[in-house]
């Protein structure tokens, strides 16, 4: 009887060693290809790419001639190493070589939407948030009694907030292993089964009557909880299984809550008896007292996120101050020069607390100190060479001083904003996280947009219009219809701009087909800011096309577009854009009331723009609030030469005069000239009416 070798050789002759072994390590690289973050083979990748990576700085050394004297001091000769390490390297490194490969080839690639037409929306009645956490089995978990503890805490949790708990069936082991192996094992467990999070980690390795460690990983562009920062695996804090079951209900709770207002999808008050229990264990001093210092830094931090989400949910500043105080709670417990990272996520999400509550006070000053929150946390990711959580950070810096704009007259703060968002972009890779790079772009072309109109700048809003196009070949109107529809409104405002800035009709023609294609068909019930949003956009560009052509029929339908807007928008929930849309519609009266011999249509646009100066105020915005004081005053000028008397011309000429009070020449070029020349005119009015002033 032959034996097993010599069978093969008989029955395939043609069969050699070395064609088994190139056959052998081909079919090993296509199991790499086809399946690149499966579990043996992320582990198998990383123990070839060590001995690889070796074998290739050794090859290279050897064409160095003092290491070829020290090999030979080995009395080893330097061929044969340069022989050796090459062959180990050319062995050992296609392996992952060929993952990465793998990886950028399914990476999403540029999506096309043509501008002009995406078909129609999705039918958004049907689509629900679901969020699924799976809990892998646990080290040293006798029974799986802690698993279950875990499970049976998310399972009751409010309905509205759409948590589905699961159980994976596999081990997670920390013992034994560094963390980093560990998180690509969760990592690929997530990617093989399709869950939104995991919790994994061993039940007796923190200090009696805690457990832990456990970890929680989320994959996607915000995979860790507490705001970004790698490797992604949120510590949960060691803490007796009662209460840490009450901090996993509240930061999972967190989670999908965030996820559902990313969908415009409302949970109300559902976080609120949670947080109210959480409170209950971190505000115990008694209880504290008996903790580390990084435990007690983490349920500060749970609680000061739920906060902050119910609060801006709930729109409740209280809320919004009180996460900020658990935020600044945990900068006693970590320090940036001993917890670096956890220091920066607490930095950050102390910084977005700050943006928001600016969003209810409409102070600049929360928004300074947010900006110096976020800078903090950026200078630690940028430190360690983090590139990707740096232009997360670049991002929300970019959006804080395109905020600041708002209440600052000049280009300064602008000009950061666009410097920020252009960092951002460059530091987001499209073909791994191309939302992330899409809102990158859509920030910044709002930025562009906003410093063209302050500069009267051509080139600037060309740019936001290829930038929000950019931004475009990511959503689409199917698979992101939100988000969509927000960009399309961006491009048609930048294309409005453009379009007043050149006189050219083309341009607001097609801002205004841009403006309608939204709405036709927009889910207004899905997220009805958005769609009052889109008909603010579409008021303003019927207006200046109406400046063109004086066509009556224009500023009609611009009015009808701005009265549609304050159907959805409230002074009290949205103070800004309803004044912005009262603002709006007192142009579109005034000039409904210069086709007329009456002044029924001017006295209506006064009150409208008084409306709008009941929030824009010279403190909180005074860039604003000195265009609705020089609308207003035009307003009052056209009463003034239909009437025969001075008083309205006299209230004209007072309202210019304040307006100037917050101008410049050089920093508000357009409106101050244009205030210039309408002064001049209402002053020769009142001179010709015997007005004595001056």
Sequence with gaps: MSSPNQ??????PWLTRTRAMAGAFGIALLIVFIWPHAHLVTESVIVTAIPGSIGAIMWGLTFWSKVRVQIGRWKLRYKSVRRIAGIVALACLPFILMQRASIYLRSPREA???ISGSGDYPDMTHWHVRVVVAIAHLDGDDGKKLEGRLVAALTGLDRRLHVVPVILNRTIAVSGRPQGIAHLDAIGSIADSRIDSLIWGGAKGAAHPAVGPLFQTRLGSDSQFGGMYLPSDFKLPELPVDELCAVLRLMVASQSAESMREWMVKFGDALEPLIKQVRTIADDRGRMSGWSADTRARVNLVVGIALATSGVERNSEDSL?????????TQADWTRERDPLEWAMAQQ????????VSRFNLRVAPLQAAVTAYQNALAVYQSRGDRLDSANLQFVLGAAFEKIAEHKAGVESIHRAVDYYRAAAKGIDFRYYPVSWAEAQRGLGNALSTLGDRDGSKSELGEAIAADREALKVYDQRSWPIYWAATQDQLAQSLQQLGTLTSNRDDLNQSIALSRQVLDGYPRDRNPIVWAEVQMSLGNALM??????????????AAVAFRASLEELSFDQQPTDWATA??????????LGETGSDTYYAAQAVEAYNDALKVLTPERDPLAWAWAKYDLADALVELGERGSGVRYLEQAVDTYHQALTVLSKDKSPVLWNKIQINLGIALEDLHQRGWKGS
């Design 7 to 12: 069978y093969i050789a008989d029955r395939f």
């Design 112 to 114: 096309t939407s043509e």
């Design 321 to 329: 101050l009180t996460a900020i105080a658990y935020f600044q709670r």
């Design 349 to 356: 999400n102390l910084g977005s607390a700050l943006s928001d």
């Design 544 to 557: 200046e096309l109406h400046w063109l052509d004086k066509d009556p029929a224009d500023a009609q339908q």
């Design 582 to 591: 009262k603002a709006g519609l007192g142009d579109a009266l005034l000039a």
